[in-house]
């Protein structure tokens, strides 16, 4: 039989911090990131949390990174306070590309439509 938890566990965790983001976190350099993929390790010792940011600039991006790195003791510990397992995971933050790897794209296949006409 699989087992599901480390995906339960990874989509609570993901529920949880967008919503401690909005409400507990006062930081101004995290306030327009969003959370897009959660993923927990086998034993749930460790969190890896993708976010995406509406920044382009990579002055922007490292910003929101301090930001974060900031206030992870902060979210761990709500994280602690709102799930019901026997230790939370350490949280790690990365950027995930895979947003402005899709607007690339679409700006490509935009381009290539403009050149046939």
């Known amino acids: 039989m699989a087992n599901y938890r480390d995906r339960r566990v990874a989509q609570e965790i993901l529920r949880e911090v967008n919503d401690i983001l909005k409400k507990k976190v006062r930081d101004p350099r995290v306030a327009d990131i969003t959370i897009t993929e959660v ?14 940011s509406l920044g382009d600039k990579a002055s922007e991006r ?3 990174q ?3 790195e900031k206030a992870s003791g902060l979210i761990r ?10 230790k939370t995971p350490e949280l790690i ?25």
């Open 77 to 86: 510990r709500e994280l602690g306070h709102r799930l019901s397992i026997y």
């Open 62 to 64: 490292e910003k929101v």
């Open 93 to 117: 933050f990365e950027l995930d590309s895979s947003v402005q790897y899709g607007n690339h794209i679409d700006d490509l296949l935009r381009n290539l439509n403009k050149s046939e006409y």
């Open 39 to 52: 993923r927990v390790t086998g034993d749930l010792q460790q969190a890896n949390i993708y976010y995406s």
């Open 66 to 68: 301090q930001g974060l």
